[in-house]
């Protein structure tokens, strides 16, 4: 199977772009089949969309199961360990598993150029299903391009989640601009609801964002005040397949923190209900960081990296989650090798081993409410969402629609935006209006509730 020209699909949250890649794929299967011993590859940049992916692509009529579908980091780490000495002949030394994702992916780029890897990539995976390519950038970029030449590449890409981006053109973007088949998507099918449909799109044209029915936009004088709308609203809606979304974390902003503290410690008295709703139990989902830290400190796992320990002096309690299979790697070991002691640096990196493999394949709770940031929540969907925007979002106007955009198109039904803002002149400025007409008429779209008396 020969390499074709790569294939993009381009569309708004919702908009089918990994449905497209599925079919486009059942499609080429079956006309020309994969051979013995050929495989998809499908690639991401996070774990979300990579779980999202791997369940589309086992929907896929004549695949088969016959796909590998990991992230482009784990990619670069299978290239480099399988071509060891092509990567120490083209950089003069691989980098170990303690220097990083993208040391290692400038060193897949290398590798990737050689025109042996190439014909391995052609024999074994003649397509590459790429989704969420927006995210993808520089050396991780060039390993998608390197690719390229050797397999046939159907993408799916929206610039305008790009989180991380400038003011500049997306790069990932452009170069499928210049060089695939485009097809671009129509409009959002994640919800039916007019109410949604129409403030994401204005988030994305810049347009004033009108607040009413199944999306709705409140400010806020304080957490206590914020707690009391979520509570209604979880008393009304229920909490299955809730989630709370926030640009921050929880540490950066007060505002979030407090509002979901005051939630979980209830009860809190709703006015309109007549009655006391909560406490509610919220889930705050763990950064990779997170995780490996307090799996470290769970252990007694001392901060000095080229420090030797003993095996024994480590603690492992199974109760903390991680520490059990991290145990049982450094059992392993020691069975194997014979050592009692080794680096920190050492212990970190089975950590981080430990980790990636948890987050991979572990199983989501949707019975759980959960809170989590808008890059944690990207490439995800949930029947309801709540938005809290506390004073800490920093960013250009268009940064800080995009983050509002992505937050508001993980709802399939409806989405409450909570805004800190004592005096109601906030939610009249972006990303909730355009701020092309004066505040005082714009502030007409988004309305603060009316001051108690």
């Avoid at 499928?176 to 994305?204: D, Q, V, Y």
């Avoid at 809730?242 to 540490?251: D, E, N, R, S």
Wanted: positive net charge.
């Amino acid at each position: 199977m020969a390499a074709g020209k790569p294939t993009l699909f381009e569309g708004e949250a919702g908009s089918g772009k990994t449905f497209s890649l599925s079919t486009t794929l059942a499609s080429q299967i079956q006309a020309t089949p994969l051979g013995n011993g050929q495989k998809v590859l499908a690639l991401t940049f996070m774990h979300g969309s990579r779980r999202r992916l791997h369940s589309r692509l086992q929907l896929v009529p004549g695949l088969h199961q016959r796909f590998t579908c990991c992230t482009i980091d784990s990619l670069a780490w299978q290239i480099t360990r399988r071509w060891r000495s092509l990567g120490r002949a083209a950089v003069g030394a691989v980098p170990d598993e303690s220097a990083g994702y993208d040391a290692t992916c400038e060193v897949a780029v290398e590798i990737l150029k050689s025109a042996e890897v190439g014909r391995w990539i052609a024999r074994t995976y003649p397509i590459v299903v790429v989704d969420e390519m927006q995210d993808i950038r520089a050396d991780r970029l060039a390993m998608v391009q390197e690719i390229a030449r050797f397999a046939t590449v159907l993408a799916a890409a929206d610039e305008f989640q790009d989180l991380n981006g400038g003011e500049d053109e997306n790069e990932a973007v452009a170069w499928m601009h210049g060089n695939a088949t485009i097809h671009r998507l129509g409009a959002n099918r994640r919800t039916t609801s007019s109410a949604l449909l129409t403030a994401t799109s204005a988030l994305r044209s810049g347009r004033d964002v009108v607040s009413g029915g199944d999306f709705r936009v409140h400010a806020m004088p304080s957490h206590h005040v914020a707690a009391a709308y979520a509570a209604l609203q979880l008393a009304t809606k229920g909490t299955r397949d809730i989630v709370f979304v926030v640009p921050t974390g929880p540490l950066t902003a007060g505002f979030v923190r407090d509002t979901i503290e005051k939630l979980t410690k209830g009860p809190i008295y709703v006015k309109r209900l007549k009655r006391n709703v909560g406490p509610f139990s919220v889930m705050w989902e763990t950064r990779i960081d997170e995780e490996e830290a307090k799996i470290a400190s769970a252990i007694g796992l001392p901060n000095v990296a080229h420090a030797m320990i003993n095996f024994s002096d480590l603690r492992f309690d199974g109760h903390i989650a991680g520490v059990s299979s991290l145990w049982d790697a450094l059992r392993k070991r020691r069975s194997l090798t014979g050592e009692t002691a080794c680096s920190v640096s050492d212990v970190q990196v089975q950590i981080k081993k430990c980790v990636h493999h948890s987050r991979s394949y572990r199983t989501r709770d949707d019975t759980r409410l959960r809170a989590m940031t808008v890059h944690q929540a990207k490439n995800r969907e949930f029947r309801g969402v709540i938005i809290l925007w506390p004073y800490q979002v920093f960013g250009s106007a268009d940064k800080q629609r995009r983050l509002l955009n992505n937050a508001a198109t993980r709802a399939r039904e409806w989405a409450l935006v909570l805004v800190q803002d004592s005096t109601g002149k906030r939610v009249a400025g972006p990303p909730f209006t355009s701020c092309i007409r004066p505040a005082s008429v714009a502030a007409a779209r988004v309305r603060a509730p009316r001051a108690r008396k």
